[in-house]
């Protein structure tokens, strides 16, 4: 595994230097806050991240509203039980954006969130906040394989967005991660999958920093 110094150094080189490149780092989110999170909030920041993938943000911000409106704050229980017909009204609501597959995955992920609480014995917050980071790849598939439309970059922004320490495999960290020999090609098959765990394990070892700032060197080693 490389060491993490260089990535560093290079990417202070390129913005400015050390103290100019630490103050472009987030921290995550503590596990009281993450703990704190209802689980309607992470319904609603998944369907928000789901219909952002493809569409403006913008587009999605200016309907938001309606969007809570209409299902009524996500409350995962009441949008688990949403039936066909529910949905086709939905999907037909011109105040929403209609898309009726991105529609019914608000009842599928309401449903694993539900199946998330009835198996761990906790919400999805406490679920999420107490998950391992030396399994970061395992939450990910998570998402991807009982969530609905939550694979890829689409699950690592959600949990990013509430503070849940990650890599985002941007393509300018892809870019680096591919210099540095950690990964070949876009790193998403599994035997990749575990190289990049085992880097970051062994890279937030090395420095003390959480996943999501040595993501964010790596990016700009490469790029803005």
């Given at each position: 595994?490389?060491?993490?110094?260089?990535?560093?150094?290079?990417?202070?080189?390129?913005?400015?230097?050390?103290?100019?490149?630490?103050?472009?780092?987030?921290?995550?989110a503590?596990?009281?806050?993450?703990?704190?999170?209802?689980?309607?909030?992470?319904?609603?920041?998944?369907?928000?991240?789901?219909?952002?993938?493809?569409?403006?943000?913008?587009?999605?911000?200016?309907?938001?509203?309606?969007?809570?409106?209409?299902?009524?704050?996500?409350?995962?229980?009441?949008?688990?039980?949403?039936?066909?017909d529910?949905?086709d009204?939905?999907?037909?609501?011109?105040?929403?954006?209609?898309?009726?597959?991105?529609?019914?995955?608000?009842?599928?992920?309401?449903?694993?969130?539900?199946?998330?609480?009835?198996?761990?014995?906790?919400?999805?917050?406490?679920?999420?906040?107490?998950?391992?980071?030396?399994?970061?790849?395992?939450?990910?598939?998570?998402?991807?394989?009982?969530?609905?439309?939550?694979?890829?970059?689409?699950?690592?922004?959600?949990?990013?967005?509430?503070?849940?320490?990650?890599?985002?495999?941007?393509?300018?960290?892809?870019?680096?991660?591919?210099?540095?020999?950690?990964?070949?090609?876009?790193?998403?098959?599994?035997?990749?999958?575990r190289?990049?765990?085992?880097?970051?394990?062994?890279?937030?070892?090395?420095?003390?920093?959480?996943?999501?700032?040595?993501?964010?060197?790596?990016?700009?080693?490469?790029?803005?």
């Amino acid at each position: 595994m490389p060491a993490f110094a260089p990535i560093w150094d290079l990417a202070a080189a390129r913005h400015g230097g050390d103290a100019a490149l630490e103050a472009l780092l987030d921290r995550p989110a503590t596990p009281e806050a993450l703990r704190a999170v209802s689980d309607a909030e992470w319904l609603g920041d998944m369907t928000r991240r789901v219909f952002s993938a493809g569409f403006s943000q913008k587009v999605v911000a200016a309907r938001w509203s309606a969007f809570e409106a209409a299902f009524e704050g996500f409350d995962p229980g009441r949008c688990a039980m949403l039936d066909e017909d529910a949905l086709d009204r939905l999907a037909s609501d011109p105040g929403l954006i209609r898309n009726r597959a991105k529609i019914a995955s608000v009842r599928e992920n309401a449903a694993f969130l539900r199946a998330l609480a009835e198996t761990h014995g906790k919400p999805a917050g406490h679920v999420f906040a107490d998950w391992p980071a030396e399994d970061h790849v395992g939450l990910l598939a998570l998402l991807k394989t009982e969530g609905t439309r939550l694979g890829g970059i689409t699950g690592a922004y959600l949990l990013r967005g509430r503070g849940v320490d990650g890599f985002i495999l941007t393509p300018d960290v892809v870019m680096a991660l591919n210099r540095e020999g950690v990964i070949s090609g876009a790193g998403v098959s599994k035997s990749a999958m575990r190289a990049l765990q085992a880097a970051f394990d062994g890279w937030r070892a090395e420095t003390r920093r959480p996943m999501m700032q040595l993501s964010r060197v790596l990016a700009l080693s490469v790029g803005a």
